[in-house]
């Protein structure tokens, strides 16, 4: 029997949070290992507990969720830990930084209790919550502020067809959509993408395709 994905809750409100564990512990794959009420505390106890997944709220004393979030999941972190940002404010500027951070997704408290569990397994998995073209939207929204400043080229170690192959993901293509238009099979996209990520030291499509826009591989 598989083992069920254990998950740690941040968030300051204990109604939040008790709801929160409620709809996650009901469910015989996820385990609530933890709880706390401020991003030092998750953390902390992230360090201790281990869990396979953070709920991060983004407002919190002490330390907000996106700092959390980057020392949880951020680049060099040696032993990063998953986070799926749920938070009840809406803004496009939470959503791109909270991604920046490290975080695998991005829910609005007010989704519904079955978007949160798929967001959880979802994570989980190592998958990007947010699906490609709305991932797309989002960061080249913000594309100005995270492209380089020079115009010098940059040095990025994949192969032409690897290029290709993120440059189509940045677009907001599935799998499926690159394998049609480059006329190859979906398990040799995968496998692409699979090398990308690990040339790369990506986690996930998301971080993929700030990483194009940061690089100015798309417009």
Request: aromatic share 4%.
């Amino acid at each position: 029997m598989t083992a069920p994905i254990r998950v740690l809750i941040c968030d300051d409100q204990v109604l939040i949070r008790t709801g929160l564990s409620t709809i996650i512990d009901a469910q015989p794959d996820l385990e609530v290992v933890g709880e706390c009420g401020d991003g030092q505390a998750a953390v902390d106890l992230a360090a201790k507990l281990r869990p396979d997944v953070v709920v991060m709220d983004v407002r919190m004393p002490v330390l907000d969720g996106i700092e959390a979030t980057r020392l949880l999941a951020g680049a060099g972190v040696p032993h990063p830990v998953k986070v799926l940002v749920v938070t009840t404010f809406n803004l496009d500027e939470y959503v791109y930084e909270a991604l920046r951070a490290g975080a695998g997704g991005f829910l609005l408290k007010d989704a519904p209790p079955s978007q949160l569990l798929h967001g959880i397994r979802t994570v989980a998995a190592g998958a990007a919550l947010l699906d490609p073209e709305v991932t797309r939207q989002l960061v080249g929204r913000y594309a100005a502020r995270i492209r380089p400043t020079d115009d010098a080229a940059p040095d990025i170690p994949l192969t032409p067809r690897e290029l290709e192959v993120l440059r189509l993901i940045a677009d907001g293509l599935s799998n499926n959509e690159i394998a049609a238009a480059l006329v190859i099979s979906r398990e040799t996209v995968k496998t692409f993408v699979s090398r990308i990520l690990t040339k790369l030291g990506l986690r996930d499509r998301v971080q993929a395709v700030v990483y194009a826009y940061r690089q100015g591989l798309v417009t």
